[in-house]
């Protein structure tokens, strides 16, 4: 196995990251009992600032070791239009109208799901969010489904009084469920999209070969999380009805996400369409609320972080998969997942050559079943983290508790990709 001293670096470092990760907890901990540095206790205890605080680390790290240069070459040749993208798709996705819609659609199928199985009106909400919203994520892609089922369960579950097991619990079902939601087209998950062109697969091979498998998994997740903590959840207050909003300004919200989603691969564009839309907001700020400006641009440089310091992982990660049968293939590649970007895990695995389509499935199934495992296993995750992640202890997600949490989903869907 072939590296350069920069290469060792970067991996050390990229180790370094994805501990630091697991330590968000005790940073925030810390910056409430140290007046003097809470601060940076602070800092270092978001989590959306730990990939792009050690990218700055790595390319330090390189002007060191190589020259300025050398650093200027290796950001120039990275493709941000991921961040880029989910950055604009947090803002589209989570404006009001969009929420209302949304909203407004859930309340409809909760109500037929009560008159059917004459349940409660808030087991059917959460129900519906953990399963429709994560599907929607193969059409409007996954930041966008996990953003709006985000903010929908901010509402429904996490501004009430919630045990720690329901926190997480629903956060370990709502990230699994959108890494394998959007599988039934080719251009919605990321680690889909980045082998999609490379080895000929359309959505209808995409739905052939994940959809029914993912949607199975999808609904027993869901199912599961609903059976498990159905008494914990607090019913909508009837008065508390949404504000009513224009449907010309819906119609035009949903062209701006439309355009968002189209364009997703040229980032010229969907920038133009996000300053368009900013623009628009603010000409009709009635029906507005503020933009999630912050959240969006804090994922926006965590992703940005995972993509510089990814790109140096190559030397270690291609080896270990051109070794592996496809079974092997399929379990490391959700391992390997969880702590390291899936889309960049299933690119590295495009590049080996001579690779079966029993290999190509292999690698893609076990990367989008790891994907709820850990905040970096997937790319939508920080998003769902930087709504929610005020509502948790200390203001600060577990790491450890998070992967706890996926396990249970992440069996379910190991065993519909296995068996089914």
């Known amino acids: 196995m072939n590296f350069t001293p920069t290469e060792l670096g970067a991996s050390i470092i990229f180790a ?13 901990t810390l910056a409430k009992h140290s007046r003097s540095h ?18 700055a680390i790595l390319i330090i790290f390189i002007c060191f070791i190589d020259d300025l240069d050398t650093a200027r070459a290796f950001l120039a040749k990275r493709n941000f239009t991921e961040p880029l993208f989910v950055f604009a798709i947090m803002i589209v996705a989570g ?8 909203t407004e659609v859930l309340y409809l199928l909760a109500k037929g799901l009560q008159l059917i199985l004459r349940i409660r009106s808030a087991p059917s909400l959460y129900f519906l969010t953990l399963s429709i919203t994560p599907l929607l994520g193969s059409l409007i892609t996954e930041p966008a489904a996990m953003t709006l089922a985000a903010f929908l369960l901010r509402d429904l579950v996490y501004r009430h009084q919630c045990s720690k097991a329901l926190l997480f619990g629903t956060l370990g079902v709502l ?33 052939s ?21 159905h008494r914990q959840l607090v019913e909508p207050d009837p008065g508390a009805k949404q504000a009513k909003i224009s449907l010309a300004v819906v119609f035009m ?23 368009f839309f900013i623009g628009y907001t603010t000409a009709y700020p009635k ?29 270690w990660l291609q080896p270990i998969l051109e070794k592996m049968s496809p079974t092997a293939v399929f379990y490391g590649s959700l391992a390997l997942t969880a702590i390291t970007d899936n889309a960049a895990l299933t690119y590295l695995g495009s590049l080996v050559t001579d690779t079966s389509l029993e290999f190509k499935l292999a690698l893609v199934g076990g990367a989008v079943a790891g994907g709820g495992l850990t905040v970096i296993a997937n790319a939508p995750n920080p998003a769902g983290i930087a709504i929610l992640r005020q509502h948790f202890p200390n203001g600060a997600v577990s790491a450890l508790y998070l992967l706890i949490a996926a396990l249970p989903p992440t069996v379910v869907a190991i065993l519909a990709y296995r068996l089914i």
């Open 16 to 28: 370094i990251a994805v501990l630091h990760t697991f330590c968000t907890a005790y940073f925030e």
């Open 38 to 55: 809470a601060g940076l206790w602070h800092l270092l205890g978001e989590v959306e600032i730990v990939f792009g605080f050690w990218a």
């Open 95 to 102: 404006s009001k109208p969009i929420l209302f819609i949304s």
């Open 175 to 207: 990230f699994v469920n959108v890494s394998i939601g959007g599988t039934l087209t080719n251009f919605a998950a990321p680690p889909v999209l980045m082998v999609a062109s490379t080895w000929g697969w359309s959505s209808a091979f995409m739905f």
């Open 209 to 229: 070969n994940f959809g029914i498998e993912s949607c199975i998994a999808i609904f027993v997740n869901a199912l599961g999380a609903t059976s498990l903590f």
């Open 253 to 275: 919200h949903l062209l701006f996400l439309l355009g968002v989603v189209v364009f997703a691969h040229d980032p010229v564009i969907f920038m133009w369409i996000l300053l």
């Open 287 to 315: 029906h507005q609320n503020p933009l999630i400006l912050k959240e969006a641009l804090l994922v926006g440089f965590f992703l940005a972080g995972l993509v510089v310091l990814g790109a140096l992982q190559g030397w």
